[in-house]
């Protein structure tokens, strides 16, 4: 029985040499939320909170666990992290939806759940992949992520070093460049090697049947959010039945009901929940579950901190199928410390972890400086926190 005594929480910011561009914004540094559960037993689990935006998210996420969501975790036991995550979900809703946050509501969860089943692995002393599927492979197979169309001659071959020979490139700029640079840089890769791109929701139907058709010579291996996710499905089924190329998307997609509705719409043919946004393991594995019966590929997203990227991996590895890793190559010291300074990618797959749950114990030394928030919440805070604030609301 699942029954938490404990939560920490830590907001991070980590500053950036080259901000990160995306269609819709700029990352100026780079964020992570932290969480660690224990269990009245001693038991304890690692997760992570997705916190990319908007730029103060961090800070909020570790407040809104502490304050709205801490004293439900405290009072909600379960027999399994999926039951745990699943009643968490169903008693917080409605606060979720009062206060208009059901994505950062989401995202807290989401990091909860990931810490359950890592400490539900450790219990049983196996990595979590093994967890999920006895049969779960060592390693999967990687590509490199985050890298601006303007910036991929810079970062490619930095990329090619740390073993990569899977490249996604971030469109969405400007269109005429954008297409231009794609058919360069394809023309220039090995014959082992290949590329996708990734337009962030960047553009309309009119414009997204442009690109298909500029680089349509470019045997793009999947072309990611071309249109907003809000964007009618025959939006969508118009762009797949006039492209070559298979669309992808799922990162802003939320819960198993939409998943569902993508997943069997069929204009998706890459399925990409991220873990610490929505689901963690529980609503993640159910989805790629789904997405593999349906014959859609699995490929988690994720750019965020170390404890996500090998809770990603090892989701990948637990579900099987021929997905890809996503792995940012953009310098952030919150996630590559956790791997001994360098992501575990060797020709191209990466290499899980053989210890139990996630593999991680503790936050690496020399993160410390990079902390801008800290939570503890026991039930005694919880009860000296609404004790405090009782006669000031009578």
Known sequence: MIDIARIQAWAFRCPTTEPVATSFGTMHDRPAVLVRIEDRDGAFGW???WANW??????HR????????AHLVLDTQAASPAEFFHKLDARSRIRAVQCGEAGPFAQVIAGLDIALWDMAARRKGLPLRRLIRAAAPNSVPAYASGMQIAAASDLMPH???????????????????????????QAALAEHELIACDANQAWSLEQSLQFVTGVAIVPLHWL???????????????LADHSTIPLAGGENIIGEADFDDAIKSGHLSVIQPDMTKWGGVSGCLAVARNALANGRRYFPHFLGAGIGMAASAELLAGVGGDGLLEVDVNDNPLRSMFFDGGEPVADGMWKCSD?????????????????????????????NHVAAITPATR
């Open 47 to 49: 997760g992570e909170i």
């Open 159 to 185: 990329a090619r070093t740390d073993g990569h020979h899977r490249f996604k490139l971030k469109v969405g700029f400007d269109m005429e460049a954008d297409i231009a640079a794609v058919c360069d840089i």
């Open 54 to 59: 908007p730029a103060a998210g961090a800070e």
């Open 355 to 383: 210890g139990p749950g996630l593999g991680i114990d503790v936050i690496p030394d020399g993160l410390e400086q990079l902390q801008t928030l800290y939570a503890e919440i026991t039930q005694a805070s919880v009860d």
């Open 224 to 238: 990611e959010e071309p249109l907003p996710v809000f964007a009618d499905t025959t939006q969508w089924q118009t």
């Open 62 to 69: 570790v407040r809104l666990l502490e304050m709205d969501l």
